[in-house]
């Protein structure tokens, strides 16, 4: 018996409907069987370079060996000048595991097209746990433009990533093969 080919019968029009239609079921499934169902801890505090030594540490938060985190520091009140604080992630017994220095800033002006204004208010600092335990975090003040003793509302929040990302990528991938089917469905005549 020779070998028959099972989409000989089929159009390519057909063949293409259930192509797509079948990876934008996959991915719809994989999106929500991905996804991280943990909220994320997010914790805020002021920080102040009224004193030489200014910092707060961050409330402990647990991890899990080989699962990847993401840290995500906020500060929204620079207003037309910069600041640099710096982060020190801190293992159980206080000891520094790892460090990062994350800068904020703000300009605004006027031009021949008008206003504008630009920032950077958002650090993201991505780690992969090497065992399992409980981290900490200290943010200080490293440096600002301003002489003006100020102060700062930072927002820190801690949220595992890798399934998010894998989620976020089933979703794109949901979204784009969905309009190639509706396209197949709809506009696509014999």
Partial sequence: MAFRDPF???S?????FWFTGGITAISFVLMFTNFDKQPPQIYRHKLTNH???SSFTVPS??????????????????LSS?????????????QVINEKEMEFWHESGYDSDGAWSEGDYVDRFNFKASKDGELSAEIYWLESNNVIPQSHIFTFQVSKTGTNLIAD??????????????????FWRK
């Fill in 61 to 78: 938060f647990k991890v899990k060996k080989g699962t990847l985190y993401q840290i995500r520091v906020e500060n929204k009140e620079v």
């Fill in 51 to 53: 004193t030489k030594d």
């Fill in 8 to 10: 000989s019968r089929i």
């Fill in 82 to 94: 910069w600041m640099v604080a710096g982060m020190s992630l801190l293992d159980g017994d206080d």
């Fill in 169 to 186: 990528y089933f979703q794109n991938l949901f979204i784009v093969f969905l309009m190639i089917t509706i396209f197949v469905m709809f």
């Fill in 12 to 16: 390519l029009r057909a063949f293409v």
